[in-house]
């Protein structure tokens, strides 16, 4: 069973849909988009006239139909995203928006949440063990330390962060703001109090972070100067920084304010932007996506962060990493952890041990404790054993509550029936609410209440104290608060993926992430007024270690390098296995992009590869035949050797009815390359082609969308090391469910979803399926319903319909004994592949209407949900036998054409006069 936040059902909103397409739309549900600005849509327009002429011809066609019920938010003229922002005071009264001439596309202005580190620990003064003075650590795992060396610190280079601002009076920031400074310039798009929707932005010319920190911990990363307390150094330390505030003291922005920071940071002439922001999407064509990637695609490097997403799984990229051609960066652990350390009454060594997440978590923090002594419990006599506490306790277990209770955790493992959440709750039964814990594989998530939980680092430890416990002995633990850190290598998780770094690719099959950095427990700079130093985990700290890694080669290679940053990086980057056991697979490249950077490799290679990564799509669309060109960029002869390396195959929907979530399966099932040369000598300055023929492997199920990835590697004889990276599905996307159908158990409910779900109360059963068709009044609740996508769909609609309407379904009705209609999609019927528009079928009226759905719903469920719609347009439904309808567009469908929808129709649904 899948640990789950339990489904919640989502109240309607009302959201006028860029696509809509009928006049029943105006109370619209959506589930799917989530964190909108109501009302407000951002707007693409051509560029057939004058680009201010433009927005005077849209302004006024929309003042004709709105009759001025609108304001505008933003104006963009530019090169690069010519379009306008606008807030409908009224939406329900405007014909779609995308039919006024000149119109490229309209999307809703969605909210962007402020950026928040995994974990985070602030230091209270100058000097706090829990902060981790890790110093050079990620420097000498990346080779910058190196480069330092070489005298590369990024003068020249101009870096803008888009941000919470920057808290410039820091004394390793520069102490003040403009030129002449490390701050050099920047500004303010929103001022402390914006909230989108809400409280309007009001920009000026100070972008000095006030309340968040965020921002300025991204600035110490890219440009902290050395000789601090914490011995920490940026990585481009002499770069220039330019700060663009986006967030204010509350806890969001929108799209339309990152897109108009973007343009602003283009025009001042930054060589690299970077953005620690953003928000779940796998999709390429979201708008603050698009344009970050025209700006890169003009030659400015844009690197932004992955994504804190790892648990949901494949495709689960974020806006605007997805831009084509930006550098999505993932997070890699730090090879150095902190511990504290705890002492025993007994005679022992002090036992080092985490306070949180062994896995993701930050490091260093001392568990917060009397510093009394607290005595521990053991309910086991074998300290081996992975079964205390698996089932309900009895009566001989005696009130747990003042004790720290010692025990060995379950191993989670297919099969398994007890968890360490069940070993945790059992406990909590008795009192317990402290607890030691060793051989943990993971951070429980417990509900029912909040567990103090120490994790010990080594087992022996934990073995030792239970078996002193079992002598009879009282033995007591005590938690210093102070000056008990050690600083231990981290043999467990360091050099490999963080888990919670964002798994790809986009939903069009591009590499994301396109590389991987240092973000696990990095100590930088923070707000002066708290403390002026943190260390924080999260891709919001990789992606400015990749920024200040461009700025090293920028200033090493010149400015021309720019636009070939991410290739330069992917070739010369270095690929993580999935665990450090000695036969584990190379990591997916979905999780790790190209590799984690090597900074030094990739300022002193000899060698130049193009291109960085091979998109082979997926078996529909696969492209097998590509060129990589291969240059010896020295002064000496060099001879190369080619070779292949894979990767862990994925299965991203191992049952063939489910997108997979962490941890994500891997397989040995590499692709077929071959190569036209394995081996070529080029003189100083020459070039080759070399083609690369790549066939999926046979050895896998296409239904479980297996996702290969790998490398090609290229040696030189010279010492230089560089590699190709490639990555496809070998299945079908578009044949594979989208519409998950075998989930019972899966996410909670025990029954499949898609279905209809009686009213609780309903009959005595709660959110039980509706099996047949049922008769409601309209003074009660009628049956809601309930799906989950298999994968992720570029558009979800659901409908009523009349109960009679005649549609083709994809999808059986489930939890169904016997099938009682005629005229619909039975199995073995065939189906309608001849197309059809989509808004061929009639409506009663349209319930919800989706773009770019996740397969995990805000990240925490996969079940959507919506209402029975008693009312349109404030007038009652009438009286009639009903249906919902579900279309889900497959992967590289036409959304126009019925036929590439996955399409359910539920049992009917009747609402009747009072009896």
């Known amino acids: 069973m899948r640990h789950f936040v339990a489904a919640t059902f989502v109240a309607a909103s009302a959201v006028l849909g860029a696509n809509s397409s009928s006049a029943h739309d105006a109370s619209v549900q959506n589930p799917f988009i989530r964190d909108v600005v109501p009302g407000a849509f951002i707007v693409e327009l051509g560029s057939t006239s004058g680009k201010r002429a433009l927005h005077d011809e849209f302004l006024g066609e929309l003042d004709r139909r709105a009759a001025g019920k609108f304001t505008t938010r933003k104006k963009y003229i530019s090169p690069i995203f010519n379009g306008i922002a606008v807030q409908l005071k009224t939406p329900e009264d405007i014909v779609d928006l995308a039919s006024i001439p000149n119109v490229v596309s309209v999307r809703p202005v969605f909210k962007y ?53 920057v808290d410039y009076m820091h004394s390793s920031l520069g102490g003040g703001f403009g030129p002449g400074f490390k701050v050099a310039g920047g500004y303010d798009f929103v001022g402390d109090e914006y909230y989108p929707g809400q409280i309007p932005p009001q920009p000026d010319d100070d972008p000095l972070d006030t309340c968040a920190g ?145 896995i993701s978590g930050l490091d260093g923090a001392p568990f917060e404790a009397p510093e009394t002594p607290l005595p521990i419990y053991s309910l086991s006599m074998d300290p081996l054993s992975r079964a205390t506490a698996c089932s309900e306790l009895g009566d ?87 000056g008990s850190a050690v600083e231990i290598p981290n043999s467990e998780t360091g050099g490999l993926m963080s888990s919670y770094s964002s798994f790809g690719p986009t939903q069009d099959l591009l590499l994301k992430p396109a590389l991987s950095a240092p973000g696990g427990n990095i100590t930088s700079t923070w707000l002066t007024n708290a403390g002026s130093w943190a260390v924080a985990s999260g891709t919001s700290m990789s992606n400015p270690y990749m920024a200040g890694s461009a700025a090293l080669l920028i200033q090493a290679r010149g400015k021309a390098i720019a636009k070939n940053t991410r290739s330069v990086f992917q070739t010369t980057a270095v690929g993580l296995p999935v665990s450090r056991n000695s036969k584990a697979l190379p990591q997916t490249l979905s999780h790790q992009g190209a590799g984690m950077i090597n900074v030094f490799n990739a300022l002193n290679v000899k060698t130049e590869v193009s291109p960085g990564e091979l998109l082979l799509n997926d078996t529909a669309h696969w492209k097998s035949q590509h060129r990589i060109v291969i240059k010896n960029a020295g002064k000496r002869k060099q001879t190369y050797l080619l070779s292949h390396q894979p990767s862990g195959t994925a299965l991203t929907m191992p049952t063939s009815h489910l997108t997979t979530t962490y941890p994500v399966p891997l397989v ?172 061929d079928i009639p409506i009663v009226t349209r319930i919800a209407d989706g773009t770019n759905a996740l397969h995990i719903f805000s990240g925490i469920s996969p079940i959507y949900g919506v209402y029975f719609p008693y009312y349109v347009n404030d007038t009652d439904i009438p009286y009639g036998q009903y249906r919902y309808l579900l279309r889900a567009l497959r992967p590289f469908g036409n959304a126009q054409l019925e036929k590439d929808y996955d399409v359910y129709v539920t049992d009917t649904i009747g609402i009747v006069e009072d009896a």
């Open 113 to 165: 949440p402020a950026p928040e580190p995994v974990h985070l620990h602030v230091a209270p003064g100058p000097v706090d063990t829990a902060v981790v003075p890790y110093g050079q650590s990620v420097h000498t795992m990346t080779g910058v330390d190196k480069v330092h060396t070489q005298g590369f610190t990024g003068k020249g280079v101009k870096i803008g962060i888009i941000d919470s601002g």
């Open 214 to 358: 965020h921002g300025t911990h991204v600035a110490g990363i890219v440009g902290a100067n050395p000789g601090n307390e914490y011995n920490i150094t940026g990585v481009a330390y002499d770069a220039n920084l330019y700060a663009y505030r986006v967030f204010g003291c509350t806890d969001a922005t929108s799209d339309d304010i990152l897109i108009e920071a973007m343009l602003r940071a283009y025009d001042d002439g930054m060589d690299i932007i970077t953005m620690s922001i953003g928000r779940s999407s796998a999709w390429s064509d979201e708008p603050v996506s698009v344009v970050a990637s025209r700006i890169a695609a003009l030659g400015t490097v844009v690197t932004i962060s992955a994504g804190n997403e790892g648990r949901s799984g494949p495709f689960f990229t974020s806006a605007p990493a997805s831009g084509k051609d930006v550098i999505a960066v993932g997070s890699v652990e730090n090879t150095v952890r902190m511990y504290q350390t705890l002492t025993a009454s007994v005679d022992h060594a002090p036992i080092p041990y985490l306070a949180i997440d062994p």
């Open 396 to 482: 001989d277990v005696p009130d747990l509550s003042g004790y720290i209770v010692v025990f060995r955790s379950a191993e989670y493992s297919p099969g398994s029936t007890c968890f360490l959440e069940d070993q945790i709750v059992n406990l909590g039964s008795k009192g317990a609410r402290t607890f030691m814990i060793y051989d943990a594989d993971g951070y429980p998530f417990v509900w029912e209440f909040e567990p103090h939980i120490v994790f010990l680092r080594d087992r022996d430890d934990g073995v030792f104290l239970v078996n002193e416990f079992n002598k009879g002995r009282t033995i007591t633990v005590s938690f210093a608060q102070h």
């Open 668 to 839: 040995n099932a590499p692709v077929t390359v071959r190569l036209s040369q394995t081996r070529l000598t080029l003189a100083p300055g020459a070039s080759a082609t070399v083609t690369v023929n790549i066939t999926p492997p046979k050895n896998v199920d296409p239904k479980t969308l297996p996702l290969v990835s790998g490398w090609l590697r290229i040696a030189g004889s010279l010492g230089d090391r560089l590699q190709v990276s490639y990555l496809g599905v070998a299945g079908s996307m578009y044949d594979a469910e989208t519409i998950s159908t075998e989930n019972a158990g899966q996410f909670g409910p025990s029954f499949n979803l898609p279905s209809a779900i009686l009213p609780q109360g309903f009959d005595d059963f709660e959110d039980f399926p509706q099996i047949g068709p049922v008769n409601f009044t309209r003074g009660r609740a009628a049956s809601s319903f309930s799906f989950i996508l298999a994968q992720n769909s570029a558009r979800v609609v659901v409908d009523l319909i009349d109960a009679n309407t005649k549609v083709h379904a994809t999808v059986p009705i489930l939890n169904q004994k016997r099938s009682i209609w005629s005229g619909w999609w039975l199995p073995g019927m065939p189906i309608d592949k001849t197309g059809g528009d989509f808004d």
